[in-house]
């Protein structure tokens, strides 16, 4: 056997292995979302606490407005929650958009922080750490700068949430408001839908456990105080305190009926840039928190950090290393002598791959289709490809920040003017 052979075939096992997986999580993500989508998901309580909804934001003027009236726009008591806005060492018309809300609604608590370069400018975590010093709520609420949730998702996640001692934080769905924008932000809709969305499923039904996403949770001031806030070092904030937060002995639970709507990127430069910064976030979370991997103390965070370690490691690898085979193959640089068992192995996959995403789009409305079919195909042979040369750049300058002592800031993703075309129609839409 060659070593092309030996590459190709550590491929297979590998990419097969993740496939079951997804599988297996795919399963349990459709049978616990079947399930939650016969209730309206409310738990309703005797006495609500008071939230204190945080938004960080770094030159968000063309998305703001449009977030901040759909959080004034909560079904969740009037008087038990108030808005932060971290406006951080912004550098557009921000700080006058968000003066002009309040003006138009003097009776709602919207606070706006307006940080300069001393104070901000230094990421995510350290504006939602100035934003804490201010809040008076029990419990902490979560939306990006570009997010325009449902009226019911903050009341149903604190419901939720409240229902349980156990329980430290809870996270909603987040769907992608420009969907029909370009094929990129299809490619996007596809993949939240079918893991972000599926997988947490999954591995709440299976394990109890969820990763905290970026917005659109709910998690109690009394943990994030013991914590010590949010960590400055840490690009993905979310995965880092969802770690801290297992090992502290609570759990997440993942509540898809509580919605919010996020633009995604419309270009590919800008997807990329924010992919890097996923990654290298992720990266960061993985090796700080490995040496829990074989630490029985640790909890079920274990599992995730095993989870992580999978798709950062295993799968990275034989994508590698079967795409490597391929091109060196169309050059002749090298031969499989696998032959048919390998092409057979191969086309299994790919229709594996495609069935278990088209069925995980069938529990939303309007995603299940041929069209969806295709795009799902060709997210295989491209979008799919991206993902390994977003993870070797996040490497390439996760270790490059380290020699050269590069401090934490913001790199947020570029906004868009959206069109009004079938934005109405998909916030309606669950």
Same mark, same amino acid.
């Given at each position: 056997?060659?070593?092309?052979?030996?590459?190709?075939?550590?491929?297979?096992?590998?990419?097969?292995?993740?496939?079951?997986?997804?599988?297996?999580?795919?399963?349990?993500?459709?049978?616990?979302?079947?399930? /939650?989508? #016969? $209730?309206?998901?409310?738990?309703?309580?005797?006495? %609500? =606490?008071?939230?204190?909804?945080? +938004?960080?934001?770094? *030159?968000?003027?063309?998305? /703001?407005? #449009? $977030?901040?009236?759909?959080?004034?726009?909560?079904? %969740? =008591?009037?008087?038990?929650?108030? +808005?932060?806005?971290? *406006?951080?060492?912004?550098?557009d018309n921000s700080a006058q958009v968000l003066s002009g809300i309040q003006a138009k609604y003097p009776d709602r608590k919207l606070i706006v922080l307006?940080?300069?370069?001393?104070?901000?400018?230094?990421?995510?975590?350290?504006?939602?750490?100035?934003?804490?010093?201010?809040?008076?709520?029990?419990?902490?609420?979560?939306?990006?700068?570009?997010?325009?949730?449902?009226?019911?998702?903050?009341?149903?996640?604190?419901?939720?949430?409240?229902?349980?001692?156990?329980?430290?934080?809870?996270?909603?769905?987040?769907?992608?408001?420009?969907?029909?924008?370009?094929?990129?932000?299809?490619?996007?809709?596809?993949?939240?839908?079918?893991?972000?969305?599926?997988?947490?499923?999954?591995?709440?039904?299976?394990?109890?456990?969820?990763?905290?996403?970026?917005?659109?949770?709910?998690?109690?001031?009394?943990?994030?105080?013991?914590?010590?806030?949010?960590?400055?070092?840490?690009?993905?904030?979310?995965?880092?305190?969802?770690?801290?937060?297992?090992?502290?002995?609570?759990?997440?639970?993942?509540?898809?009926?509580?919605?919010?709507?996020?633009?995604?990127?419309?270009?590919?430069?800008?997807?990329?840039?924010?992919?890097?910064?996923?990654?290298?976030?992720?990266?960061?979370?993985?090796?700080?928190?490995?040496?829990?991997?074989?630490?029985?103390?640790?909890?079920?965070?274990?599992?995730?950090?095993?989870?992580?370690?999978?798709?950062?490691?295993?799968?990275?690898?034989?994508?590698?290393?079967?795409?490597?085979?391929?091109?060196?193959?169309?050059?002749?640089?090298?031969?499989?002598?696998?032959?048919?068992?390998?092409?057979?192995?191969?086309?299994?996959?790919?229709?594996?791959?495609?069935?278990?995403?088209?069925?995980?789009?069938?529990?939303?409305?309007?995603?299940?289709?041929?069209?969806?079919?295709?795009?799902?195909?060709?997210?295989?042979?491209?979008?799919?490809?991206m993902w390994v040369a977003v993870v070797i750049n996040a490497a390439y300058l996760s270790v490059q920040d380290k020699i050269f002592h590069k401090e934490?800031?913001?790199?947020?993703?570029?906004?868009?003017?959206?069109?009004?075309?079938?934005?109405?129609?998909?916030?309606?839409?669950?």
């Amino acid at each position: 056997m060659t070593l092309a052979d030996c590459l190709s075939l550590y491929s297979i096992i590998a990419i097969w292995s993740l496939m079951f997986i997804n599988i297996f999580l795919s399963v349990g993500g459709f049978i616990y979302i079947y399930k /939650i989508y #016969k $209730t309206d998901g409310h738990r309703p309580l005797k006495e %609500y =606490p008071m939230v204190s909804v945080m +938004v960080p934001a770094h *030159n968000e003027s063309i998305v /703001i407005r #449009k $977030t901040v009236l759909a959080l004034l726009n909560f079904d %969740y =008591p009037k008087d038990r929650y108030e +808005v932060i806005v971290i *406006n951080d060492n912004s550098s557009d018309n921000s700080a006058q958009v968000l003066s002009g809300i309040q003006a138009k609604y003097p009776d709602r608590k919207l606070i706006v922080l307006n940080t300069d370069n001393q104070l901000g400018g230094k990421g995510k975590s350290n504006a939602l750490n100035i934003a804490l010093s201010v809040a008076s709520g029990s419990v902490i609420a979560i939306y990006d700068a570009d997010n325009t949730p449902a009226p019911d998702a903050l009341r149903i996640l604190v419901e939720n949430l409240m229902a349980d001692d156990k329980l430290g934080a809870v996270i909603g769905k987040f769907r992608t408001r420009n969907r029909n924008a370009s094929l990129l932000t299809r490619f996007v809709n596809i993949e939240t839908l079918a893991y972000q969305c599926m997988n947490q499923a999954g591995r709440f039904y299976f394990f109890k456990l969820c990763t905290i996403p970026g917005t659109n949770y709910v998690i109690r001031r009394s943990i994030i105080n013991q914590m010590g806030g949010w960590d400055t070092k840490a690009l993905s904030e979310d995965t880092e305190i969802s770690f801290r937060l297992y090992r502290m002995g609570y759990y997440i639970k993942f509540m898809p009926l509580a919605v919010t709507w996020e633009q995604e990127p419309q270009k590919l430069k800008q997807w990329f840039k924010q992919r890097t910064r996923w990654a290298k976030g992720n990266l960061y979370v993985l090796l700080k928190n490995f040496k829990y991997a074989f630490d029985k103390e640790a909890g079920p965070m274990r599992l995730d950090v095993f989870y992580y370690g999978l798709v950062y490691g295993l799968m990275l690898t034989s994508l590698i290393c079967s795409d490597g085979i391929f091109i060196l193959g169309i050059l002749g640089l090298c031969h499989v002598t696998l032959g048919g068992f390998s092409t057979l192995l191969w086309g299994m996959a790919i229709l594996l791959f495609i069935l278990n995403v088209l069925i995980t789009l069938a529990v939303e409305k309007n995603e299940f289709s041929f069209e969806s079919a295709l795009l799902i195909l060709l997210m295989l042979f491209t979008y799919s490809k991206m993902w390994v040369a977003v993870v070797i750049n996040a490497a390439y300058l996760s270790v490059q920040d380290k020699i050269f002592h590069k401090e934490v800031v913001w790199d947020k993703t570029e906004r868009f003017e959206e069109t009004n075309n079938h934005k109405n129609k998909k916030k309606r839409e669950k």
